[in-house]
């Protein structure tokens, strides 16, 4: 079946690193993506990663792909006060022309000054 | 802003109504999703329109439906209104063809009373 994991809550103080954690269960996602929303905000795409590849970094995010453990994790490199907001992981499914995201419940991160 | 547009922002209709919502997408995108995301939750996949046609659906009943125009705009539809219809609803424009990079709207608030 398709799910998407990540756990509810995160807290960090400002200036340290946060790691954002997702597992999947569909072996044949294409894509994977990392969203951000923030309060009373639509989802704004933050990265994705092709599912052949185990790292991309992009400025202050890092995202690794372990596909044998189906493990996707986010890492915000100098957390901000504006990095607050709820991180959503979601996995890219395609079959022909029927393409569609799975979404996990999201990881509220709370950046502490 | 990603350039999807979603009308209106919030709307409260009342049990057994009707309503009809509005979505432009990204200057050429082609492909429109729609998602529901109620409070505290991940967005759930309604359906997705590619060239005018259902491209794949969700786990959504039929009151649940859908348009997509020539110029790549969309409506969501839903008759028959339940409380449980009260939601973000959130549109989405891709292009096929690549991956499935979804840009979304800010969304319309409905509230069902």
């Known amino acids: 079946g398709e799910d998407v994991e990540q756990s509810l809550f995160l807290s960090v103080r400002e200036g340290d690193s946060s790691v954002i954690n997702c597992t999947y269960t569909?072996?044949?996602?294409?894509?994977l993506y990392w969203y951000k929303q923030e309060p009373g905000a639509g989802l704004q795409l933050l990265t994705y990663?092709?599912?052949n590849m185990d790292m991309k970094q992009d400025q202050r995010l890092t995202v690794l792909l372990n596909k044998k453990d189906k493990h996707l994790s986010l890492r915000i490199a100098d957390t901000q006060t504006g990095d607050s907001a709820i991180y959503f992981c979601?996995?890219?499914?395609?079959?022909?022309?029927?393409?569609?995201?799975?979404w996990g419940l999201g990881t509220s991160l709370a950046v502490n000054p | 802003e990603t350039g999807v547009t979603q009308s209106p922002t919030h709307l409260i209709k009342t049990r057994g109504q009707q309503v009809t919502l509005r979505c432009s997408s990204q200057?050429?995108?082609?492909?429109v999703s729609w998602y529901q995301q109620a409070l505290g939750q991940g967005p759930q996949f309604i359906f997705q329109?590619?060239?005018?046609?259902?491209?794949g659906r969700g786990n959504f009943p039929p009151r649940f439906s859908g348009l997509q125009f020539p110029n790549y705009s969309s409506e969501l539809n839903v008759n028959a209104l339940e409380l449980d219809d009260s939601a973000l609803y959130l549109c989405?424009?891709?292009?096929?063809?690549?991956?499935?990079?979804?840009?979304f709207g800010p969304g319309t608030r409905l509230l069902v009373l």
């Open positions: 569909d072996s044949s996602s294409t894509y």
């Open positions: 990663i092709f599912s």
């Open positions: 329109y590619y060239r005018e046609e259902e491209n």
């Open positions: 200057s050429g995108h082609n492909t």
């Open positions: 979601a996995e890219g499914w395609e079959a022909g022309n029927n393409r569609k995201l799975i």
């Open positions: 989405a424009s891709s292009l096929a063809g690549g991956p499935e990079t979804q840009y």
